[in-house]
């Protein structure tokens, strides 16, 4: 168990500019999960994918924002038009099958935007 | 919707007294709750959780909960504090049945004095 990784661990990017991040799940986890957590603030649930099925998706989640996990496996969150409120760290999780199943965090990727 | 509502945002004991963080939560089904800790530059981690069982729970690292329906609380309590439980602790609500999401409080912070 290697744990949940997350890639880039920090982005700086222009507002305007595309960014892509990327989550590995624990490999026998098929939920996956991203969340965003601001300064001060709890993390705030955006999608959840079971395998490539993607099932809930938080009113947070605009049109700039689009989520994948196409085989199930890793999952990428791309971010289009960064504006400085995307500002923030954006956290993945994993979890086995069944009913409350623990999640498991990485550590997260911290996007700054100038 | 689902809420929590963590009373202190932030609380300071010294080290070997007990801790007491206070959690209110607000919902429309039977809730599962937990607490996660989040260490400075580490992923969050699972504490304990509450799922309709005993309602006090025992967590990791002598942490324990009390659900109580009547107070709708579910407070996070230790007997002694000790100075690797200086972090971030956080009170989760889970979103209702067939529900993925959680729903965080805003967190306190437990500071431990020597």
């Known amino acids: 168990d290697t744990g949940v990784s997350q890639d880039p661990r920090h982005k700086i990017t222009k507002r305007g500019q595309n960014v892509t991040f990327r989550c590995d799940p624990i490999?026998?986890?098929?939920?996956l999960y991203w969340y965003r957590q601001t300064l001060g603030q709890g993390p705030e649930f955006l999608t959840y994918?079971?395998?490539?099925?993607?099932?809930?998706k938080s009113r947070l989640l605009s049109d700039r924002f689009s989520a994948e996990r196409p085989k199930g496996s890793f999952s990428t969150l791309e971010i289009q038009r960064t504006e400085q409120g995307d500002s923030a760290m954006y956290l993945c999780?994993?979890?086995?099958?069944?009913?409350?199943?623990?999640?498991?965090f990485g550590n997260g990727t911290r996007l700054t935007v100038t | 919707a689902q809420s929590v509502t963590q009373l202190d945002s932030h609380v300071s004991v010294s080290e070997g007294t007990p801790v007491l963080l206070r959690c209110n939560y607000s919902s429309s089904y039977s809730p599962s709750l937990f607490w996660y800790v989040q260490h400075p530059n580490k992923g969050l981690q699972l504490l304990l959780k509450?799922?309709?069982?005993?309602?006090l729970v025992k967590g990791i690292n002598g942490f324990e909960a009390e659900f109580k329906k009547s107070e709708t609380s579910f407070h996070l309590t230790k007997p002694s504090a000790h100075m690797s439980d200086a972090a971030e602790y956080f009170c989760?609500?889970?979103?209702?049945?067939?529900?993925?999401?959680?729903?965080f409080g805003s967190g306190t912070r437990l500071q431990v004095q020597p």
């Open positions: 989760v609500v889970s979103e209702g049945p067939g529900r993925r999401a959680l729903t």
């Open positions: 999780a994993s979890s086995p099958k069944g009913t409350d199943s623990p999640l498991h």
């Open positions: 509450y799922t309709s069982a005993a309602t």
């Open positions: 994918f079971q395998n490539e099925a993607q099932l809930e």
């Open positions: 490999s026998e986890h098929n939920r």
